[in-house]
């Protein structure tokens, strides 16, 4: 199993990145998918995920971003927009399953930084 993260760098607030997961070895449709991000001094936290029954985003981030897959490329995605500078974070991909066969795999982060 991989999960190989691209797509972070440096952007003016306001702006726009969009974030990729390439994903090998993983069933969607078994899996819950997501984006997490971790700041300097601060722990991992969610910020979208997808499930069988829809998306979950946290609440700092609904409606700026979206989180979607595309089946046949096997690769998650993070569309960010309107950035804010404390969405500066190392983001990274993950696909987990809590049912048997149980499995949590990350990619390598990669890092956002939201500046002027």
């Known amino acids: 199993v991989q999960l190989q993260a691209s797509g972070g760098g440096l952007v003016q607030p306001g702006g726009s990145l969009r974030l990729s997961c390439a994903t090998s070895?993983?069933?969607?449709?078994?899996?819950?998918t997501g984006w997490y991000r971790q700041a300097p001094g601060k722990q991992r936290e969610l910020v979208a995920a997808l499930t069988s029954g829809g998306t979950n985003y946290a609440d700092s981030v609904k409606g700026r971003f979206a989180i979607s897959r595309d089946s046949n490329k096997n690769t998650v995605y993070l569309q960010m927009n309107s950035l804010k500078p404390e969405d500066t974070a190392v983001y990274y991909c993950?696909?987990?399953?809590?049912?048997?066969?149980?499995?949590?795999?990350w990619g390598q982060g990669t890092q956002v930084t939201v500046s002027s």
């Open positions: 070895g993983i069933r969607f449709s078994n899996s819950v």
């Open positions: 993950n696909a987990a399953r809590s049912n048997y066969p149980q499995y949590n795999y």
